[in-house]
């Protein structure tokens, strides 16, 4: 099990631009098993509001209505290491939503789990993981591209439909930054 997982992070390398993707997962390193450890699965598309949420979480809150709804891909997303010029740090699971969330600025967007104060104290980091999310990289059959961060909300989205899902700061996601490119199982 341990070596198929191995086979196919190493399709992923191969199959994009190996200098790119060799500065985000030391995958040249004798212990291959590193790679292994370094992602978690369970990252899922929500349908109804677009972002990336982790699906073990049990808080779900959706800015679609009720809990988030997973669709497609089944992604593992690397945590761990150094930000590279292709891998950008500060990602985290918000402990009130499941979405992925930028924590870098002072500013903590807007949550969906919020809704019931009155002021809205943004998302909380579940600091347990800090993820490292590849960008600016080719897409790939496991890694797929059109993600981008959401300037209201500071969400992870998929900007690859013409409506753009349900922000919790009113309206659709909208994209500023980086290109994200997110490796998924086969
Ligand atoms: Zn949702
Ligand atoms: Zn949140
Ligand atoms: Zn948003």
Redesign the pocket.
């Known amino acids: 099990m341990a070596v198929r997982r191995i086979r196919s992070r190493r399709d992923l390398v191969l199959g994009a631009s190996a200098s790119a993707l060799a500065a985000t997962w030391p995958a040249a390193d004798a212990a291959a098993s590193l790679t292994v450890a370094n992602d978690r699965p369970n990252w899922r598309f ?6 990336m ?1 982790y699906t073990p979480n049990p808080n ?5 209505g009720g ?3 997973q669709q497609g891909y089944r992604f593992r997303l690397p945590f761990g290491g150094r930000e590279t010029p292709t891998a950008q740090a500060r990602w985290f699971a918000c402990r009130n ?1 499941a ?1 992925m969330s930028f924590a870098g600025y002072r500013q903590r967007g807007r949550c ?1 789990a919020n809704a019931r104060y009155t002021t809205d104290r943004g998302h909380e980091a579940d600091r347990t993981f800090a993820y490292v999310l590849p960008h600016d990289i080719p897409a790939t059959r496991r890694a797929q591209g059109g993600w981008r961060f959401c300037n209201k909300c500071m969400a992870m989205f998929f900007d690859g439909y013409p409506t753009k ?2 922000c919790p700061a009113g309206g659709g996601h909208v994209a500023q930054g980086y290109q994200f490119v997110l490796p998924h199982e086969a």
């Open positions: 929500c349908n109804k509001c677009f972002v949420f779900q809150a959706c800015a679609g809990k988030h709804r939503c979405t969906p899902g349900a």
